[in-house]
């Protein structure tokens, strides 16, 4: 074999084992490392991934989970934010107000977890709780303080605290909302109310008549068809000299009269309770269709 | 290609629908057995002896009449539970007159009326603690 | 030389995807651990790792096939068709497709949306992909009508599976146990109480037969003395009452009757039957 076929053979296998180097060996050294990290699935990067598409996916009690986890190993604001959220968003507020507050200081979203932390307090439905909360100052923010104080405002519709002045609970509120905001407030200064008194008064005059005043015609007019025929039963009996029947039907009338004075009372506090029912209704539907006017955060 | 484009409107659309998992839960055995139908319960109220003797009374009446004449009462509760629920919340004297109001109540042909909420076993709810008059009781 | 290039480039390369796929099956194993070991939620989640970080979509059947056993494990049926429904767009063959749009049956019998069950039955023995699973289809068939309280259709789809197949001999001896609702009713129209007593109530029957007699006779006697008032009063609201009464507590009874008739077959396939449940 000469020198030259010796050169030639060697540098056609050079180039091949060049050539698998370049394509294979060197890519396949440096994806090792990548993919034993990559390969470890609960590693933190790939808990935040997939916490990421949980919660994309509305999953929010797992994503909770991912985020918990990766927040054992590493800080992130945003992560915090939507681990606090999660809880948020499957109405867990206790939890969600705890874990927003933990953003309260040092944290570039210090401003949306206060106002995160207020909509949860809100949602707990303790609504002189929140006002307290409202008026601290170390939990307030300057960004969304119009927002908080229009949820604070907003409380006074839903429980029966003493109403501040119109213009007072108005003022946070944008103009295109006045109107229907200030018939609200004159609705639950003012309610429409029936009078447990005069509905008792008015039974005790004409038997059903306090049932047919709170709107119970039927009951009304039943009541003093029943009182009536009753007392009319006993006055025949007595008259015939039927003792028996006759204080059968005495008491009889007794118990629908003594019936309809005390039903026509539960009546009027019923249609009362009803009249509130139907405003607070009414009020929360007006409020959720408009996100009670607090912005949208969510990453 | 049919089906999976009828199979993906139908995923999407029950996406949609799914419910958000609130808490961790656990296996559970669904019972395969049909719902009975309601029944009286003849039980004893033992927290006094007066609501004991009331009980017993309840009890025979079932047994002997409301067992036997069909069910006649619109209400749920029916008038003989409301009775007893109505002694047992408030006081004997209190109690008749809930019930008397509640007897003239269900003898009006024309209740209803959107003023009870309809149950799926087609009879009104009507529970003794809305007429205590004591308004915090209300629940509407 | 070429040869061998070859060779070892494929080798190189297969070991490069096989270390991810060989994580993501041991991932996948440690989901159906959690499953074995009836930790449902978190086999949930692991399956739903997996699929996440799957991008060959080599475990999409398998592991939307598990999420919805675990939702139905969990009897939370809605998730549980859907991830079923995922899987099926998912399958790969024939016998994947089937034992999908099984899951799907056995869920809806299960969630006793049992109509939807037997639409589903009928659309898949209509369906020419599986003519050799008739046996199947017409067993899941048959778990429909019993969980819908039909126990004649029950039998007949058992029966098509094998004459003397034991869920169909079940079912038959359930219709057969039950009572004529409408025989009650009418015999009670003609004696009150008669209704009763033919579903084995026989106090209730006798006292409601007493009952309308004892109405009766007062009512007639009014009449007869000349009480009309009295007559009518106590027609209509003691005698009408218990009549009246007595023809709806015949119904009631017959239907209780035959509730504890079929309840006492589905406590056994429940707790005692060895074959294959929903």
Redesign the interface.
């Known amino acids: 074999m000469n020198l030259s076929k010796i050169q030639e053979i060697f540098s056609a296998?050079s180039k091949?084992y060049l050539i698998?180097f370049a394509?294979?060996?060197l890519p396949?050294t440096i994806?090792?490392s990548q993919?034993s990290s990559?390969?470890?699935?609960l590693s933190p990067k790939?808990r935040l991934?997939?916490g990421d598409?949980?919660y994309k996916e509305k999953?929010y009690l797992?994503a909770a989970?991912e985020y918990k986890e990766y927040l054992k190993t590493s800080n992130n604001d945003t992560v915090q934010f939507k681990f606090a959220n999660s809880f948020f968003k499957i109405g867990r507020f206790i939890e969600a107000t705890d874990n927003f507050k933990g953003l309260f200081f040092n944290s570039l979203l210090s401003e949306e977890a206060r106002l995160m932390f207020y909509e949860s307090n809100f949602f707990r439905n303790n609504f002189k709780t929140f006002r307290e909360l409202a008026d601290q100052s170390n939990y307030k923010t300057v960004k969304y303080h119009d927002e908080i104080e229009r949820l604070k405002f907003t409380t006074y519709f839903f429980d029966d605290a003493i109403l501040p002045d119109e213009n007072i609970i108005l003022k946070p509120f944008p103009d295109s909302v006045q109107s229907q905001l200030s018939q609200f407030y004159y609705q639950k200064k003012f309610p429409k109310q029936k009078s447990i008194t005069t509905a008792a008064i008015f039974s005790a005059i004409i038997p059903g008549a306090g049932k047919i005043y709170t709107g119970e015609i039927g009951d009304g007019i039943t009541t003093f068809i029943s009182t009536a025929l009753s007392a009319y039963l006993a006055y025949t009996n007595f008259n015939a000299d039927h003792q028996f029947r006759g204080w059968l039907f005495t008491g009889l009338t007794a118990f629908f009269y003594g019936g309809s004075i005390y039903g026509s009372a539960a009546s009027a506090q019923i249609y009362n309770a009803r009249i509130r029912f139907n405003f607070e209704n009414e009020v929360k539907v007006y409020f959720e269709q408009r996100d009670y006017f607090l912005p949208k955060i969510d990453f | 290609m049919m089906a999976?484009l009828l199979?993906?409107f139908?995923?999407i659309t029950?996406?949609s629908?799914?419910?958000t998992?609130r808490v961790?839960?656990?296996?559970?055995?669904?019972?395969?057995?049909?719902p009975?139908?309601q029944h009286h319960y003849y039980t004893i109220d033992k927290s006094s002896f007066g609501l004991s003797i009331l009980s017993v009374a309840r009890n025979a009446y079932y047994f002997?009449i409301s067992?036997?004449?069909?069910?006649?009462c619109a209400f749920s509760p029916s008038c003989s539970t409301f009775y007893l629920q109505a002694i047992k919340e408030t006081s004997v004297f209190k109690g008749t007159l809930m019930f008397a109001d509640r007897f003239t109540r269900d003898i009006n042909f024309f209740k209803g009326s959107g003023h009870y909420l309809l149950l799926p076993s087609n009879k009104f709810f009507d529970p003794p603690y809305n007429y205590t008059l004591h308004s915090e009781k209300i629940k509407y | 030389?070429n040869i061998r290039?070859s060779i070892?480039?494929f080798l190189?390369?297969f070991s490069?995807v096989s270390?991810?796929q060989d994580?993501?099956t041991l991932?996948y194993n440690h989901a159906n651990n959690l499953f074995n070991n009836?930790l449902?939620?978190d086999a949930?989640?692991e399956y739903?790792?997996v699929l996440?970080?799957d991008s060959t979509k080599s475990y999409h059947y398998s592991a939307n096939y598990k999420i919805g056993e675990s939702y139905k494990?969990?009897?939370?049926f809605?998730?549980a068709?859907?991830y079923f429904?995922?899987a099926?767009?998912n399958a790969r063959d024939r016998e994947e497709i089937f034992q999908t749009k099984a899951q799907i049956i056995r869920a809806n019998i299960?969630r006793k949306t049992t109509a939807r069950a037997v639409q589903l039955c009928d659309e898949l023995e209509k369906d020419g992909r599986f003519v050799d699973k008739r046996d199947t289809i017409n067993y899941w068939r048959g778990w429909a009508f019993m969980?819908a309280?039909e126990w004649q259709s029950a039998a007949n789809s058992f029966a098509l599976i094998n004459p003397s197949h034991e869920l169909k001999l079940l079912a038959e001896r359930t219709e057969k146990a039950k009572v004529s609702v409408t025989f009650a009713k009418v015999i009670s129209y003609i004696l009150p109480g008669a209704g009763a007593i033919y579903s084995g109530k026989f106090l209730?029957g006798l006292?409601?037969l007493g009952?309308n007699a004892l109405a009766g006779y007062w009512t007639i006697n009014s009449f007869i003395e000349k009480r009309a008032f009295d007559g009518i009063v106590v027609g209509e609201l003691v005698w009408l009452?218990?009549y009246?009464?007595?023809?709806?507590?015949a119904e009631?009874i017959a239907?209780?009757k035959n509730?504890?008739t079929?309840?006492k077959s589905?406590?056994f396939?429940?707790n005692e039957y060895k074959g294959i449940k929903p």
């Open positions: 296998q091949n698998l394509l294979f060996i396949f994806s090792l993919i990559d390969n470890n699935l790939n991934k997939f598409y949980l999953d797992r989970g | 999976r199979i993906s139908l995923f029950e996406i629908c799914a419910q998992e961790k839960w656990e296996s559970q055995q669904v019972s395969y057995e049909l009975a139908l002997f067992d036997l004449d069909g069910d006649n | 030389m290039l070892i480039s190189l390369l490069l270390k991810g994580h993501l991932w009836k449902h939620y949930v989640t739903k790792r996440f970080f494990a969990g009897a939370k809605d998730e068709i859907r429904s995922f099926e767009l299960l969980f309280n209730s006292m409601s009952w009452r218990f009246r009464g007595a023809i709806r507590n009631d239907i209780e509730l504890e079929a309840n589905l406590r396939l429940q």
